[in-house]
């Protein structure tokens, strides 16, 4: 309401809708039930060269760390779906192979690759688009703490055609309810002295946590309109 009425700045990605999708298996029988947000697309009619997905802490956050898990809890399904896939190429064509891969086009990297990227520096922004990027920042997690909604992340693509930077506020759904709390008292059990803080934390230390980072990945560069 105060963004509408009052005209502050926000990063915060549109909600279009939010769905149920029903599944039912006849063989099985089994039954499930998802539901799906769907958000603007912030990249629309852009040329992005490369996509950041950035929540401000560095535990696991590297995009090859994430595809490693991913492929390891898939690998015996996959298996068997390449070679069904295989046998019913070969049955149709003796001369030639042909082997269907995946082609990932602009992967979305993570905190760890985003650091990599700019070899530890922050990314450089002109005087007026760090202060509106500031204050939408402060804006929208002070908001999402008050709602109790944490593990939400920063969208960023890097636009080289227009040497832009366009960013989004997305995943911002989950509120720190008694399961949160039962996961993060789990996760900081087995933790010890001089690790990595718990990657569950309460929605006032996470926002802190994003606003800091955010502070160290993007910083001000003065031109000669800049003022002191």
């Not at 009425?5 to 599944?23: A, D, S």
């Not at 920063?154 to 960013?167: P, S």
């Amino acid at each position: 309401a105060k963004l509408f009425f009052h005209g502050l700045p926000t990063v915060l990605c549109k909600i279009v809708g939010v769905y149920q999708i029903g599944y039912h298996n006849r063989v099985t029988g089994k039954r499930s039930m998802e539901q799906v947000a769907v958000m603007q697309n912030i990249f629309y009619g852009r040329k992005i060269s490369k996509t950041f997905d950035l929540k401000g802490s560095l535990r696991g956050r590297f995009a090859r760390q994430l595809h490693s898990n991913n492929h390891n809890r898939e690998n015996v399904e996959q298996s068997e779906a390449n070679a069904t896939s295989f046998r019913r190429m070969d049955t149709e064509s003796d001369d030639e192979e042909i082997e269907d891969k995946p082609i990932v086009q602009n992967p979305t990297l993570l905190d760890g690759d985003f650091l990599e990227f700019s070899n530890g520096r922050p990314l450089p922004l002109n005087d007026r688009a760090k202060a509106v990027f500031h204050m939408s920042i402060l804006n929208d997690t002070l908001f999402l703490s008050i709602i109790n909604v944490l593990d939400y992340s920063i969208l960023v693509g890097i636009d080289e055609e227009r040497m832009e930077l366009v960013v989004g506020i997305i995943d911002f759904m989950r509120q720190y309810d008694i399961m949160k709390q039962m996961e993060r008292v789990g996760k900081s059990l087995p933790m010890v002295v001089g690790s990595e803080a718990p990657t569950i934390i309460q929605p006032p230390l996470y926002k802190s946590r994003f606003t800091n980072a955010m502070e160290r990945y993007f910083m001000t560069v003065p031109s000669k309109w800049t003022t002191i």
